[in-house]
């Protein structure tokens, strides 16, 4: 499926009727769209699986819809988080179609999605940002004009570590080659959606930032950003898909330290490798990977193990069940804190 979860197909969506699948977490991870990196982070697909099913299963008790299904045990059956016995790293899931847009000499051509009426993924990212923390693409967009300040309801240029006094709702593409932000009129027009419906998913995008807050505030973190995904089921309902709530999917910080992959991405824009990821896309948008001459560098071993432990941690403490043996979430924080500092690291 991509290059961090794998999706088996089990019974595959047809124009009129949703399938059935199996989405199998990895210890893979991903920055900058380059795909799975060198290195692995140990029992990290497992710790990703167990946070979405919990935020799953607690949006389905406050009435929101989505595709989860429960967790695969280890007799192969599907099952609640409450029921499961050892951390699980495969989610069921109800599938819906993807239809990929058109592509020709970097324009995509949407149209197809103006002839489907349901069951088909809706082909954005709706992103919530209750800060501004750096590294944000926020910044990135405001440097080079692409947005101003009153696009996205600011008075004034930001500063990095900003707290917003409203949430933004951002969107971006998901289904291109590298995914753009546009405007919501454009999410209209390229999904063939009602307004009525773009405004449910804002209201969803809200409702589930709220929701996510609220948890992780319990456990000493902060909610920075995040991203979700939706489809229209073939009742014509708004749900929520792929997975929300975890740290590869949201911005958390712990005392101002990044508690999610936002760590790697640090570690790495101070390489060659960056440098050349980011010309490579000024250049050729489609075929920027192949302009890339070096490889990406592993992670130091200590900091693999240390984000390891951050994700397992994480999970143990919102989910209220020891699942995994490793310390603290603040002890992990600190640690984290003092091997970047000793590596001369900037967060």
């Given at each position: 499926m991509c290059s961090v979860k794998d999706l088996t197909v089990i019974i595959k969506s047809t124009e009129d009727k949703p399938g059935f699948g199996k989405f199998?977490?990895?210890?893979?991870?991903?920055?900058?769209?380059?795909?799975?990196?060198?290195?692995?982070?140990?029992?990290?697909?497992?710790?990703?699986?167990?946070?979405?099913?919990?935020?799953?299963e607690k949006l389905y008790k406050i009435g929101a819809k989505s595709h989860y299904l429960g967790l695969f045990n280890e007799q192969g059956t599907v099952v609640s988080l409450d029921d499961l016995t050892v951390p699980s790293g495969e989610m069921g899931v109800v599938l819906y179609r993807v239809i990929q847009p058109l592509e020709n000499k970097g324009i995509y051509d949407y149209s197809e999605y103006n002839n489907i009426n349901n069951n088909f993924l809706i082909p954005l990212e709706l992103i919530y940002r209750n800060t501004l923390p750096e590294g944000s693409s926020v910044f990135k967009r405001l440097n080079t004009g692409e947005i101003k300040p009153e696009d996205i309801g600011l008075l004034e240029l930001p500063m990095p570590g900003m707290k917003l006094d409203k949430t933004i709702l951002d969107v971006s593409t998901k289904l291109e080659t590298i995914d753009r932000y546009i405007s919501w009129q454009e999410a209209l027009i390229i999904t063939g959606l009602y307004p009525e419906e773009i405004n449910e998913m804002k209201e969803t995008t809200q409702l589930i930032n709220n929701l996510i807050t609220r948890e992780v505030k319990r456990i000493g973190l902060s909610n920075e950003d995040g991203?979700?995904?939706?489809?229209?089921?073939?009742?014509?309902?708004?749900?929520?898909?792929?997975?929300?709530?975890?740290?590869?999917?949201?911005?958390?910080?712990?005392d101002g330290l990044h508690v999610s992959k936002e760590l790697a991405?640090?570690?790495?824009?101070?390489?060659?490798?960056?440098?050349?990821?980011?010309?490579?896309?000024?250049?050729?948008?489609k075929s920027w990977k192949s302009l890339v001459?070096?490889?990406?560098?592993?992670?130091?071993?200590r900091l693999a193990i240390l984000?390891?432990?951050?994700?397992?941690?994480?999970?143990?403490?919102?989910?209220?069940?020891?699942?995994?043996?490793?310390?603290?979430?603040?002890?992990?924080?600190?640690?984290?804190?003092?091997?970047?500092?000793?590596?001369?690291?900037?967060n």
């Open positions: 199998s977490f990895s210890d893979r991870y991903s920055v900058f769209d380059w795909g799975a990196m060198p290195d692995q982070i140990e029992k990290k697909g497992k710790a990703l699986c167990l946070i979405s099913a919990y935020f799953f991203k979700i995904e939706c489809a229209l089921n073939e009742k014509d309902e708004i749900i929520l898909v792929d997975v929300f709530g975890t740290p590869d999917e949201c911005r958390f910080t712990y991405r640090n570690y790495y824009r101070n390489t060659e490798w960056y440098d050349q990821i980011e010309k490579a896309k000024k250049i050729d948008r001459e070096v490889s990406p560098p592993h992670l130091p071993e984000f390891s432990y951050m994700y397992q941690a994480v999970c143990n403490e919102l989910t209220l069940r020891n699942w995994f043996e490793v310390p603290s979430l603040s002890e992990i924080m600190k640690d984290i804190n003092i091997e970047l500092n000793n590596k001369d690291y900037k």
